[in-house]
Structures are given as structure tokens and as C-alpha cells.
């Protein structure tokens, strides 16, 4: 058995996988085609941070549910930037003063990791 870690859309998972004893064909017969796993596209790429501007990080692994804020919205403390769903709980993540939202750096829907940029604030 060997023990490896394989990240599936940002999330780690730890496998053990078994190796199958390699038989030969029988004779006369030509090996399978081994079958060839298709390209998957990689993801656009997503709005940089403003410089000088306020990063708000994901404090914790998990997708994003809903998107409460758009680019060049003002919010006040405490209001909704977005919703963050983790361990099957929906946690919101708040603006922590008053402020312009500066760039939204997620979509609904991306899963995010621990420190991911989330929203900057200008």
C-alpha cells in the first residue's frame, strides 16, 4: 500500500492506494489500452488585490455560498461581505470598519483554503 495526499479543487485528502499485480495477457492477444484521463481546463484566474488596499483571508477551509458585496459598494462594520460554508455551518464574514469594497476576489461556489484573499478593501 502507499500513502499520498491528492488536493481535489483545494481540499487535501489523505488516500491509501493499492498497487494491483501486473498479469500478462494471454497469448495471441494484444495488452488493453491503458486509458488516457482527459485535459481538465484550468480556472480563470481571479482579480488581483488592489495595492494598499485591506485583505480579507478566509480564517478557515471551505466554499463560498453567497457573495453579499460587489466592487465599489460601500459597507459599514459589521455588514455581510460573503458567506463561507464550512463543516456544514455557514459562517459570515464581516466587514471589520467601515469601508469601499475596493475587489471581490471570490465567486460563489469557489472553494477556498485557510488565508485565501477573499475581499479587498480600500
Do not use: C, F
Not at 41 to 47: D, L, N, Q, V
Amino acid at each position: 500500500m502507499k500513502h499520498l495526499k491528492v488536493t481535489v479543487n483545494g481540499t487535501v485528502y489523505d488516500v491509501q492506494v493499492e498497487e494491483a499485480a501486473a498479469t500478462a495477457p494471454p497469448a495471441g492477444t494484444a495488452p488493453a489500452a491503458s486509458p488516457v484521463p482527459a485535459a481538465v481546463p484550468a480556472p480563470a484566474p481571479k482579480a488581483a488585490a488592489p495595492a494598499g488596499g485591506e485583505t480579507i483571508a478566509s480564517p478557515m477551509p471551505g466554499t463560498i455560498v453567497r457573495v453579499a458585496v460587489k466592487a465599489g459598494q460601500s459597507v459599514k462594520k459589521d455588514d455581510v461581505l460573503l458567506v463561507l460554508e464550512a463543516m456544514k455551518m455557514e459562517n459570515e464574514i464581516v466587514s471589520p470598519h467601515d469601508a469601499t469594497v475596493a475587489a471581490v476576489l471570490v465567486d460563489k461556489g469557489d472553494a477556498v483554503n485557510a488565508g485565501t484573499p477573499l475581499v479587498s478593501l480600500g
